[in-house]
């Protein structure tokens, strides 16, 4: 930890470390051997005291009329001394550019054999105060409200500094994340996740590259679509597109972060790119080690067999998660009009979990109170593969024209066993499951925009393929009948293994014309085939779905202002569907436990929603922002998750109450909200932000004399960021979400408060963040379950409250940015998190 935090010892590793990756010359053309010279020289301030400027960008270019390629770059040191080594005869630019400061330029000329050239002292003036006005102007608000999209400046949010794109979503209206690392909105955890606007392959909360394992560093602006056109994917609630960043400059840019939390949490993070002529080189590692703890505590009522059971389950638990992702990236401009990415990342992960539980069963009416000890071990390792090529065609001659083309794959290998050993009472139970899953995922797509010749009017088209082929298998082993003690053997009536295959083909077609009166509209229709084709190994089960839909979409918008967006009015309409995935109709019992077991509904339908939004954003002279949206969403063949006591297996399990949970198409349902943000700057060192929702939740009953069950329900977040002084950021953050119903339950409320603060130091160089979550410790995950047959209520507390230092060093021309913080990991965190 000392080496990472000392200045001098970081850029000299980090030296180091770039040279090592370069081949020989590449920072420097080669030459015949006696004509290569070191140039030197120190930048200062311009001013009276000619203070040393650490840490400028020098950039060496040649001054030839055919040639201006880059041949050297450096940085100065903390005396504002800097050197180039290797650099051949001939003529050359040399400039130095520091922040706050105009850029110096000077002719530089090495005679042939001449081995050393010494500039001498080059000052730089002071940048203009016209100039940091402008900067202070353009200055974006954390989350910024757009008419049916959502913004997160993530550099500007210090709540989710050294954490993932899921804390960035914790920033969002109606968005919310459970303890797995699951996120939904307005509900739904069915979403679209693109990253810069193309498909990624990436899971939300499930197997594979999931959003608890973006770092938050790595990205500029996450973008949240609650009311998609057609061009985009109709499943789900809605699109999350992730924008990465983007280093232009020329040279290494970037920067190395390392965050450490209290009770053993540690997140390193390097992220690197090369810009030289017309290619860009990205590099990037992203790692964690964390360990999380927990308590939780499960009691059920039941009424099983003619008998009232009452049992309860209290659980001490441990996670140690491990991810490694590496990505490496190159950019390159084949033409002024046209460009060619490829990107490459593998991921590794494994997760540790173990909980220590107390397991009770009484009878109702006998005092005899049957008492075990349950220890349950889960080992989980992933590996992960994924890539991507893409490429962009403009026409200089057609502004707005332009052909885009993506194509990628991702594969994804599991392991996942699971085991539960039960003692007491003089015998030994449980079980140890066994599950592998081989998913292979490729998806291409390919767009076209084309403008009107007046320029008010656009088209756009586009086709998608996204497939998947997945093998998986789950061995289940329980205790001999005869030798408790003796190894789990292979319980082949529980045990399965399948193959599934699903294809996606889409096209879609929109229109948008701006019209007269401050009037725009838009309209489009998207058509989507699901074709779903699986079985299990023994020809026990079998899923085949085949369906195809048209999904139309339209929007109508009016500026109501003198100028474009200080006031605007927009009606917008999607019809949308959620498809069950194949796990979802295996009609087989998948064990978690051995009292929980998940089985699949071979006739579940797809879920098909009519999604209406009425919005208007007023933007005031003030600075203060006004947005406010009212949405309702009419559900067809509902899709509900529901437990229920299996009878059979809790006669013959004899581990006391088993329940079971499937998923069932019941009814329709209407869902009406309202959403509002609130963002005004109180003084210049004091902006404060509020935003809350408030929906009418309604979930179809299971019941057909039984009307289905409807309760308000929202949250509430505020936000107040703080500058006492120039380089030191304060912020402080609090949410609050109430009661929200369930299938068969409801979810109990909670909240919580974080605070992170900042330093910028060493002329923007470095920064160190130190970040508290969940300071009162109040954040807990309480629900209850009521059916006339079981009442379940449980009780999880995950460690949230956690103290996290954070250091950043920026590379190159990267530097820290007011209000902008990158280190300091996240709260929370979760499976994978």
């Given at each position: 930890m000392?080496?990472?935090?000392?200045?001098?010892?970081?850029?000299?590793?980090?030296?180091?470390?770039?040279?090592?990756?370069?081949?020989?010359?590449?920072?420097?053309?080669?030459?015949?051997?006696?004509?290569?010279?070191?140039?030197?020289?120190?930048?200062?301030?311009?001013?009276?005291?000619?203070?040393a400027?650490?840490?400028?960008?020098v950039?060496?270019?040649?001054?030839?009329?055919?040639?201006?390629?880059?041949?050297?770059?450096?940085?100065?040191?903390?005396e504002?001394?800097?050197?180039?080594?290797?650099?051949?005869?001939g003529?050359?630019?040399?400039?130095?550019?520091?922040m706050g400061?105009?850029?110096?330029?000077?002719?530089?000329?090495?005679?042939?054999?001449?081995?050393?050239?010494?500039?001498g002292?080059?000052?730089?003036?002071?940048?203009t105060?016209?100039?940091?006005?402008?900067?202070?102007?353009?200055?974006k608000?954390?989350?910024?409200?757009?008419?049916?999209?959502?913004?997160?400046?993530?550099?500007?949010?210090?709540?989710?500094?050294?954490?993932?794109?899921?804390?960035?979503?914790?920033?969002?209206?109606s968005?919310?994340?459970?303890?797995?690392?699951?996120?939904?909105?307005?509900?739904?955890?069915?979403?679209?996740?693109l990253?810069?606007?193309?498909?990624?392959?990436?899971?939300?909360?499930?197997?594979?590259?999931?959003?608890?394992?973006?770092?938050?560093?790595?990205?500029?602006?996450v973008?949240?679509?609650?009311?998609?056109?057609a061009?985009?994917?109709?499943?789900?609630?809605?699109?999350?597109?992730?924008?990465?960043?983007?280093?232009?400059?020329?040279?290494?840019n970037?920067?190395?972060?390392?965050?450490?939390?209290?009770?053993?949490?540690?997140?390193?993070?390097?992220s690197?790119?090369?810009?030289?002529?017309?290619?860009?080189?990205?590099?990037?590692?992203?790692?964690?080690?964390?360990?999380?703890?927990?308590?939780?505590?499960?009691?059920?009522?039941?009424?099983?067999?003619?008998?009232?059971?009452?049992?309860?389950?209290?659980?001490?638990?441990?996670?140690h998660?491990?991810?490694?992702?590496?990505?490496?990236?190159?950019?390159?401009?084949?033409?002024?009009?046209?460009t060619?990415?490829?990107n490459?990342?593998?991921?590794?992960?494994?997760h540790?979990?173990s909980?220590?539980?107390?397991?009770?069963?009484?009878?109702?009416?006998?005092?005899?109170?049957?008492?075990?000890?349950?220890?349950?071990?889960?080992?989980?390792?992933?590996?992960?593969?994924?890539?991507?090529?893409d490429y962009?065609?403009?026409?200089?001659?057609?502004?707005?024209?332009?052909?885009?083309?993506?194509?990628?794959?991702?594969?994804?290998?599991?392991?996942?066993?699971?085991?539960?050993?039960?003692?007491?009472?003089?015998?030994r139970?449980?079980?140890?499951?066994?599950?592998?899953?081989?998913?292979?995922?490729?998806?291409?797509?390919?767009?076209?925009?084309?403008p009107?010749?007046?320029?008010?009017?656009?088209?756009?088209?586009?086709v998608k393929?996204?497939?998947?082929?997945t093998?998986?298998?789950?061995?289940?082993r329980?205790?001999?009948?005869?030798?408790?003690?003796?190894?789990f053997?292979?319980?082949?009536?529980?045990?399965?293994?399948?193959?599934?295959?699903?294809?996606?083909?889409?096209a879609?077609?929109?229109?948008?014309?701006?019209?007269?009166?401050?009037?725009?509209?838009?309209?489009?229709?998207?058509?989507?085939?699901?074709?779903?084709?699986?079985?299990?190994?023994?020809?026990r089960?079998?899923?085949?779905?085949?369906?195809?839909?048209?999904?139309?979409?339209?929007?109508v918008?009016?500026?109501?202002g003198?100028?474009?967006?200080?006031?605007?009015?927009?009606?917008?309409?999607?019809?949308r569907?959620?498809?069950?995935?194949?796990?979802?109709?295996?009609?087989?019992?998948?064990?978690?436990?051995?009292?929980?077991?998940?089985?699949?509904?071979?006739?579940?339908?797809?879920?098909?929603?009519?999604?209406?939004?009425?919005?208007?954003?007023?933007?005031?002279?003030?600075?203060?922002?006004v947005?406010?949206?009212?949405?309702?969403?009419?559900?067809?063949?509902?899709?509900?998750?529901?437990?229920?006591?299996?009878?059979?297996?809790?006669?013959?399990?004899?581990?006391?109450?088993?329940?079971?949970?499937?998923?069932?198409?019941?009814g329709?349902?209407?869902?009406?909200?309202?959403?509002?943000?609130?963002?005004?700057?109180?003084?210049?060192?004091?902006?404060?932000?509020?935003?809350?929702?408030?929906?009418?939740s309604?979930?179809?009953?299971?019941?057909?004399?039984?009307?289905?069950?409807?309760?308000?329900?929202?949250?509430?977040?505020?936000?107040n960021?703080?500058?006492?002084r120039?380089g030191?950021?304060?912020?402080?953050?609090?949410?609050?979400?109430?009661?929200v119903?369930?299938?068969?339950?409801?979810?109990?409320?909670?909240?919580?408060?974080?605070?992170?603060?900042?330093?910028?130091?060493?002329s923007?160089?470095?920064?160190l963040?130190?970040?508290?979550?969940?300071?009162?410790?109040?954040?807990?995950?309480?629900?209850e379950?009521?059916?006339?047959?079981?009442?379940?209520?449980?009780?999880?507390?995950?460690?949230?409250?956690?103290?996290?230092?954070g250091?950043?060093?920026?590379?190159?021309?990267?530097?820290?940015?007011?209000?902008?913080?990158?280190?300091?990991?996240?709260?929370?965190?979760?499976?994978?998190?």
């Amino acid at each position: 930890m000392s080496f990472l935090l000392n200045p001098n010892a970081l850029f000299a590793f980090t030296g180091l470390a770039l040279a090592a990756t370069l081949p020989q010359g590449a920072l420097a053309q080669s030459a015949p051997a006696a004509t290569q010279a070191t140039l030197s020289g120190t930048a200062v301030d311009g001013g009276a005291k000619a203070e040393a400027l650490p840490f400028a960008t020098v950039l060496l270019r040649r001054a030839e009329a055919a040639d201006t390629s880059l041949v050297a770059s450096g940085q100065t040191s903390l005396e504002g001394r800097f050197e180039l080594t290797k650099v051949p005869a001939g003529t050359y630019r040399l400039r130095i550019l520091a922040m706050g400061y105009q850029g110096a330029v000077q002719a530089v000329r090495v005679a042939p054999g001449q081995t050393a050239v010494a500039l001498g002292t080059l000052k730089l003036s002071a940048a203009t105060q016209r100039l940091a006005e402008v900067q202070v102007t353009a200055e974006k608000a954390v989350v910024q409200q757009e008419l049916g999209k959502t913004v997160i400046n993530v550099e500007k949010d210090l709540s989710s500094v050294g954490g993932t794109a899921v804390n960035v979503l914790e920033n969002v209206p109606s968005v919310a994340v459970d303890a797995s690392g699951t996120v939904s909105l307005r509900g739904s955890s069915n979403l679209t996740i693109l990253i810069d606007g193309k498909p990624a392959g990436t899971s939300n909360g499930g197997p594979g590259p999931r959003l608890d394992q973006i770092p938050a560093s790595q990205i500029s602006q996450v973008e949240v679509m609650t009311n998609p056109s057609a061009k985009y994917d109709a499943s789900g609630s809605g699109v999350i597109n992730i924008i990465t960043k983007k280093n232009k400059p020329e040279g290494w840019n970037g920067q190395a972060a390392l965050t450490v939390g209290t009770q053993d949490k540690y997140s390193p993070n390097l992220s690197l790119s090369r810009h030289h002529g017309k290619a860009t080189w990205n590099l990037s590692y992203y790692g964690q080690d964390q360990v999380y703890r927990s308590n939780s505590r499960n009691s059920q009522t039941a009424l099983t067999n003619g008998k009232q059971l009452l049992t309860t389950q209290d659980g001490t638990g441990r996670n140690h998660s491990q991810n490694h992702s590496v990505g490496v990236g190159l950019n390159y401009e084949l033409t002024k009009e046209q460009t060619l990415s490829v990107n490459v990342q593998p991921h590794w992960e494994r997760h540790l979990e173990s909980e220590y539980q107390n397991l009770t069963q009484q009878t109702a009416g006998d005092p005899t109170v049957t008492s075990q000890n349950g220890d349950l071990q889960t080992d989980v390792n992933v590996k992960v593969l994924s890539s991507s090529a893409d490429y962009r065609h403009t026409w200089e001659a057609h502004k707005g024209r332009e052909l885009t083309a993506n194509a990628g794959f991702v594969g994804i290998w599991a392991t996942i066993p699971v085991s539960q050993v039960i003692t007491g009472g003089g015998t030994r139970g449980g079980f140890r499951q066994d599950q592998a899953v081989d998913a292979n995922i490729f998806f291409g797509q390919v767009d076209y925009v084309l403008p009107s010749a007046d320029g008010k009017g656009k088209f756009e088209t586009g086709v998608k393929l996204e497939g998947q082929r997945t093998t998986g298998r789950a061995d289940m082993r329980k205790p001999s009948p005869t030798d408790p003690q003796a190894e789990f053997q292979l319980d082949a009536a529980n045990s399965f293994a399948y193959d599934f295959s699903q294809v996606m083909p889409a096209a879609y077609a929109t229109y948008q014309r701006t019209l007269a009166h401050g009037w725009s509209a838009q309209g489009g229709l998207r058509t989507e085939a699901t074709l779903l084709h699986g079985s299990v190994a023994d020809g026990r089960a079998r899923v085949d779905k085949d369906y195809i839909n048209l999904f139309p979409s339209a929007t109508v918008a009016r500026e109501l202002g003198k100028e474009a967006g200080q006031s605007r009015l927009q009606l917008s309409y999607a019809r949308r569907l959620e498809r069950p995935d194949f796990m979802q109709q295996l009609p087989l019992q998948l064990y978690q436990d051995p009292r929980n077991y998940r089985t699949g509904n071979p006739g579940l339908l797809p879920e098909f929603s009519h999604n209406l939004e009425l919005g208007h954003q007023l933007n005031l002279a003030n600075g203060a922002s006004v947005t406010t949206t009212v949405f309702a969403r009419f559900t067809e063949q509902a899709i509900q998750r529901l437990r229920f006591i299996d009878n059979d297996a809790t006669r013959d399990n004899g581990v006391g109450l088993v329940t079971a949970e499937t998923y069932r198409n019941y009814g329709s349902t209407t869902n009406l909200g309202l959403e509002m943000t609130w963002a005004q700057p109180l003084a210049k060192w004091w902006r404060v932000q509020a935003s809350g929702s408030l929906y009418r939740s309604q979930i179809a009953t299971n019941a057909a004399d039984q009307a289905n069950r409807s309760a308000l329900a929202g949250n509430v977040r505020l936000s107040n960021n703080f500058t006492p002084r120039k380089g030191l950021d304060v912020q402080l953050t609090g949410n609050v979400r109430s009661t929200v119903l369930t299938a068969q339950g409801r979810q109990l409320p909670t909240g919580g408060i974080d605070i992170a603060v900042r330093q910028r130091l060493f002329s923007d160089r470095a920064a160190l963040t130190l970040r508290v979550s969940d300071i009162l410790n109040t954040q807990v995950r309480r629900s209850e379950l009521a059916t006339p047959e079981l009442q379940t209520s449980l009780y999880n507390k995950r460690e949230t409250r956690v103290g996290w230092l954070g250091f950043t060093w920026y590379i190159g021309a990267t530097k820290a940015k007011a209000g902008r913080i990158e280190s300091g990991p996240s709260g929370g965190g979760g499976f994978g998190g």
